[in-house]
C-alpha cells in the first residue's frame, strides 16, 4: 500500500510539473502574441502625424455645377458599393458566398456590386468586366470605417482604441495611396465621424449617406456646407441575403452609357460615381418578401432631366411625386413641392448648394447630389491638412519615451522577481 501511495504521489507530481511547464510556456505564447499586438496599436499611435487644419471655405463663385449636366435618361445603372460576403473568421451571419450575393441582387435587377469585405479584397469575378475591388477598412472600437473602391491592396494600418481629427485624416491619406476612391461609411453610428470631423477632413471623394441602419444627411450636409466636394453613394451593407430585412434597403443609381459601342465597365461606373451623376434610393422598410422587393424594384422611377437654367434648379422627373424638397447649406429645408412631377427652385445669391430629396407614392425616397457653386474652369476639392513637422516630432518622442520606460520598469521588475526567488530557494 505504501508503495502504490509513494508512486501515485511520484505521478501527481509529474503531472504538476508537466502542467506547469505547459502553463509556463503557454503563458509565454500569449505574452509574446499581446506583445506583439500590443506593439502594432502602439507604431500606429506613434507613426500618426499632427496635422495643422485652415478653416474650411464655403462653395463660392457665381457658376454652379450640376452634376447630372450630361444626363441620360435611360443609362441608369443600379449599384451597391457596401456587401458582405463569408471571409476570415467572422460571425455566423457572414455566411453566404460572393456567388450567392451575385444572384440574389441579379434578381433584383442591380447591374453591378461591390463584394467589400472587411479588410479583404474579394476576387471571385475578377475577370468580368463590371468587377470592382473594393473592401471595408477599419477595425476600430467605434467602427469608424471607410470603403476603399479601385482599391490596390488592404492597409492595415488602423488606431482601434481612440482617433482624433490626425487620426482619421492620416487614415484617408493611407487609403488614397492604394485606392481609386474612397468613401466614409456610415459616418454617424457610434458617432465615429462627428459633424465637426466633416468640416475639417478631406480628400475623400463619397459620404455613405444611405446605409441599411440610418440616414446619415447631417453629417453630409456638414461637409457639404464647408465647401466639401463629396457625393452620396448608398449601399445595403447587407452581411446576408437570407436576411430579407438587409437587402436592398438602399442603392445608388449611376448614370452611365455604354456607348453602344463598348461593354459596360466596373472603370465606367466608377468614373461616373465621381463625377457626381448618381443618386440614391431608399426602400421601405417594411418589405418583407422577395416578391415585394423586386415589385419595389420596378417601381423605381427615373429624372428625365436636371438642370440649372436662368438661375433656377429645375427638377423634371418620370411620374408625379408625393413631394420634392430643396434642401441647402446646414441642411436648411429651402422649398417643397407637393403631388407633381416638375419642380425648380429659385437660386439665392447666399445659397452654395442645394439638393433634391424626393418622395415616391410608393413610399421610395430618392437623395440627389448638390449642385455646387464654384469659380473658374470646374470645381475643385479642397484640402485643408498640411504635417506640423514640430509637433508631430515631440508627441513621437513622448510615445518612445513612454513606452520606452514601461518597458525598462516592467524589466527591472522581472529581474527583481526572479532575485527573490532565486534568495528564497537558498
Request: charged share 20%; aromatic share 12%; glycine share 6%.
Amino acid at each position: 500500500m505504501e508503495k502504490n501511495g509513494v508512486k501515485t504521489e511520484r505521478k501527481a507530481g509529474a503531472i504538476s510539473v508537466a502542467a506547469r511547464f505547459v502553463c509556463y510556456y503557454l503563458l509565454i505564447v500569449v505574452a509574446g502574441v499581446l506583445g506583439y499586438v500590443g506593439s502594432w496599436f502602439a507604431w500606429c499611435y506613434i507613426t500618426c502625424p499632427i496635422y495643422t487644419f485652415e478653416e474650411p471655405k464655403p462653395f463660392y463663385g457665381d457658376k454652379f455645377y450640376n452634376p447630372y449636366q450630361s444626363l441620360e435618361p435611360d443609362r441608369w445603372r443600379k449599384c451597391s458599393f457596401h456587401l458582405h460576403s463569408h471571409s476570415w473568421l467572422e460571425p455566423t451571419h457572414n455566411v453566404n458566398t460572393p456567388e450567392e450575393f451575385y444572384a440574389a441582387y441579379r434578381k433584383l435587377k442591380f447591374d453591378a456590386i461591390a463584394i467589400s469585405n472587411h479588410m479583404a479584397i474579394d476576387e471571385t469575378y475578377s475577370e468580368s468586366p463590371l468587377y470592382i475591388p473594393a473592401y471595408e477598412h477599419g477595425y476600430s472600437i467605434k467602427k469608424i470605417h471607410q470603403l476603399a473602391l479601385g482599391a490596390q491592396k488592404v492597409v492595415w494600418y488602423d488606431c482601434v482604441i481612440l482617433q482624433n481629427l490626425n487620426h482619421k485624416q492620416y487614415i484617408i491619406d493611407l487609403l488614397k495611396e492604394h485606392s481609386r476612391y474612397v468613401a466614409l461609411n456610415h459616418p454617424g453610428i457610434r458617432k465615429g465621424y462627428l459633424p465637426d470631423d466633416m468640416k475639417y477632413l478631406s480628400g475623400y471623394d463619397f459620404v455613405e449617406v444611405l446605409n441599411r441602419h440610418h440616414i446619415y444627411e447631417e453629417e453630409w450636409d456638414a461637409a457639404l456646407s464647408h465647401g466639401h466636394k463629396v457625393w452620396l453613394i448608398a449601399s445595403d451593407d447587407a452581411h446576408s441575403v437570407d436576411n430579407i430585412g438587409e437587402v436592398q434597403r438602399s442603392a445608388t443609381f449611376v448614370n452611365v452609357s455604354d456607348d453602344n459601342t463598348s461593354v459596360l465597365t466596373g472603370d465606367a461606373i466608377l468614373e461616373r460615381l465621381a463625377q457626381g451623376a448618381a443618386f440614391g434610393v431608399r426602400f421601405p422598410s417594411s418589405l418583407a418578401t422577395w416578391e415585394d422587393k423586386i415589385l419595389a424594384a420596378e417601381n423605381v422611377s427615373f429624372p428625365v432631366a436636371i438642370r440649372v437654367q436662368e438661375d433656377s434648379l429645375h427638377v423634371v422627373w418620370q411620374e408625379r411625386m408625393t413631394q420634392i424638397d430643396f434642401i441647402g447649406d446646414t441642411g436648411n429645408l429651402l422649398k417643397t413641392s407637393i403631388d407633381t412631377d416638375t419642380a425648380f427652385y429659385s437660386l439665392r445669391p447666399e445659397d452654395t448648394y442645394v439638393r433634391v430629396r424626393i418622395t415616391s407614392p410608393e413610399g421610395l425616397v430618392y437623395y440627389l447630389n448638390p449642385v455646387i457653386r464654384y469659380e473658374g474652369e470646374q470645381p475643385i476639392r479642397q484640402s485643408l491638412h498640411s504635417i506640423d513637422a514640430s509637433k508631430t516630432l515631440l508627441k513621437r518622442t513622448v510615445i518612445v519615451v513612454i513606452v520606452s520606460g514601461i518597458l525598462m520598469g516592467g524589466y527591472i521588475l522581472y529581474v527583481r522577481t526572479k532575485r527573490k526567488r532565486g534568495s528564497s530557494k537558498i
